[in-house]
């Protein structure tokens, strides 16, 4: 949130080039500050929950004690031989299209930082000065929002009814921050302001459940009873890549729609594509799902009664 005032202000005193510097040293005393305070003990909590519980395992009683360490052995021997590649984040279409959410939602959040400052400067004459105010807003409802998702999530049924949800309001919240000339709306700085407010709403909603929704799809999809350091590690690693390649062709994207149709149908055009994955999304993921688990649930309830029967 900090980052386009502080450059808008930095850039209104100095200059294009001394803005670059000074963000340069700035991340230099940040990787400096890194290397001296963080300490070298990545993924040790494991190790030190195990060592404190074969400490407390020792005053109790002895068969007690070997009954627990087998069941502990026979866990870990299981965890350790099931090793996580990559291939299983491919192997089905929840985790998949929870990858390409995660992709998606970068570029219809992001298409419009490499055209919105011209369009602000040749539509309201706003300069340098009072860009960066403005690219500040969804950072701040971002902010002001992530807390809470939790709260909304637990009101929902399933984690992907939220995503789909968070992708309706991201929807919204581009016909509002064109304004949307399709739907008629006037040339209002305001209800521009008002949509990027929405549009980092959205985000927030949006990306925090995406995280453990590829988590849950793998350890549900491969038979994982337990995270795992590597489990997380992964998770990380390639929720990552795919936030890198939507943060990679969003602007790209929103430079060629800008240059081709302005700002205001730029947004038209991302808000409708947004509503096409919508609609792919909830076919192919949410709607799938609900039919699986209701012949899961069927098979069930046909097992239960074979099973009276014999009884």
């Known amino acids: 949130m900090a980052g386009p005032v502080l450059g808008s202000f930095v850039y209104s005193m100095t200059g294009y080039m001394e803005t670059f510097l000074f963000f340069a040293f700035l991340g230099l005393v940040s990787l400096l500050a890194v290397l001296i305070f963080v300490p070298n003990t990545l993924n040790q909590n494991s190790k030190r929950k195990s060592h404190t519980s074969s400490l407390f395992l020792l005053g109790s009683d002895m068969d007690s004690h070997a009954q627990t360490e087998q069941s502990a052995t026979d866990k870990t021997s299981q965890s350790s031989t099931s090793e996580i590649f990559y291939y299983m984040f491919f192997n089905n279409s929840r985790s998949v299209f929870a990858l390409l959410a995660c992709a998606m939602i970068v570029v219809f959040l992001d298409f419009y930082q490499s055209i919105l400052s011209v369009h602000l400067l040749e539509t309201y004459q706003l300069g340098a000065d009072y860009n960066g105010f403005i690219f500040a807003v969804p950072c701040l409802t971002y902010c002001l929002s992530t807390p809470h998702v939790s709260f909304f999530i637990d009101r929902v049924s399933s984690r992907r009814q939220f995503i789909l949800l968070s992708l309706l309001l991201c929807f919204v919240s581009l016909l509002l921050a064109g304004p949307s000339p399709t739907l008629g709306f006037g040339n209002s700085l305001w209800l521009l302001v008002f949509g990027l407010g929405m549009n980092g709403v959205a985000a927030g909603f949006a990306f925090i459940p995406i995280y453990p929704e590829i ?25 990552g890549t795919f936030f890198s390649l939507g943060s990679m062709i969003a602007p790209v994207f929103g430079g060629f729609l800008g240059q081709s149709l302005g700002y205001r149908g730029s947004c038209d055009v991302v808000a409708l ?27 069930l309830l046909f097992m239960k009664q074979i099973s009276a029967e014999c009884s």
Request: glycine content about 6%; proline content about 0%.
């Open 215 to 239: 988590m849950e799809a793998v350890m549900e999809n491969e038979g994982i009873r337990e995270e795992t350091d590597e489990l997380c590690d992964k998770v990380a690693g390639i929720y």
């Open 273 to 299: 594509i947004t509503l096409c994955f919508v609609f792919i999304y909830f076919l192919a993921n949410t709607a799938g799902a609900k039919k699986k688990s209701t012949r899961v649930h069927e098979h």
